[in-house]
């Protein structure tokens, strides 16, 4: 059941070192201030999951709190490379990382097989892929009914999901709206999450179509983050930062670069910058 606490808490209380960590989102609502106090706390030999990694798993791995990536894409979103990302895999710096790479659908499966407690997920593809050749938990079953070929993978069994969304309720309800990715899949596949939110209301009110609502017995803490996706976006709360996107490639290109930004935007005193400069853009 979900517990209304400090986000430092909910860190604390459900990011353990070694854990399989899944911090989701599809271009919106990115959690990037839970992430941020991953990296306050000092979190270490993380395996981290996402099918879109982008700049808060760049500045993770670059800390030093990943042994391991599974991710179906990985890279700055219309910009380029995670230089810290490619630092860490090619040359160990500032330790080495392990990568298992699968397709969005093979994720996509994986999570859903999670949510529903089943062992694999089975799906059409990996036809003539060149993956299954440098990744091993990628196989092929034959359907017992029809005798087709098909591709499996592991389900996907997270020790903690973290994702943002835009509201919750006073039961600790949450609503996501706008584009939503494998939000709700990672939270069912996970032991322990943590939901971030823009704003904590009585009542959600008018919702759009493919509003999704996790009900607060699927959680274990939610934590009021204004501005808690920034510099990704929230829908109906602010846009997407685009210039920070394209600065983070210089940012995070040099080492010296890097370690410097992240002392002043996330390990020095006081609020979150990231989250202060949302909360005045909105």
Request: aromatic share 10%.
């Amino acid at each position: 059941m979900a517990t209304f606490v400090s986000l430092a808490e909910a860190v604390e209380a459900n990011v353990k070192d070694g854990d399989k960590v899944a911090m989701e989102g599809f271009t919106h609502l990115i959690p990037f201030a839970a992430g941020h106090e991953v990296i306050r706390q000092q979190r270490k030999h993380l395996t981290l999951v996402r099918m879109t990694p982008d700049l808060i798993y760049d500045q993770l791995i670059g800390m030093g709190a990943a042994d391991k990536l599974m991710f179906s894409w990985v890279g700055n979103p219309g910009v380029g490379s995670l230089h810290r990302f490619r630092d860490a895999y090619e040359k160990g710096w500032p330790r080495p990382i392990e990568i298992e790479e699968h397709s969005h659908a093979a994720m996509a499966n994986a999570y859903e097989a999670g949510a529903a407690g089943l062992p694999f997920a089975t799906f059409r593809g990996y036809r003539g892929a060149e993956l299954k050749r440098v990744n091993p938990n990628i196989k092929e079953i034959v359907c017992p009914f029809t005798a087709e070929k098909l591709a499996a993978v592991p389900a996907m069994k997270l020790d903690c999901a973290i994702v943002h969304a835009q509201r919750a309720d006073r039961a600790g309800n949450v609503m996501f709206e706008g584009i939503v990715g494998v939000q709700k899949e990672a939270v069912l596949s996970a032991k322990r999450s943590i939901v971030t939110v823009e704003e904590i209301v009585d009542d959600f009110g008018e919702r759009s179509p493919n509003a999704v609502i996790l009900p607060g017995w699927t959680l274990s803490a939610v934590v009021k983050v204004p501005g808690g996706a920034h510099p990704s976006y929230a829908h109906g709360y602010y846009k997407r930062d685009n210039a920070f996107y394209k600065a983070w490639d210089a940012i995070a290109r040099d080492r010296d670069s890097f370690r410097a930004w992240i002392d002043e935007h996330v390990l020095g005193k006081g609020p979150d910058a990231f989250a202060a400069h949302a909360r005045k853009a909105a």
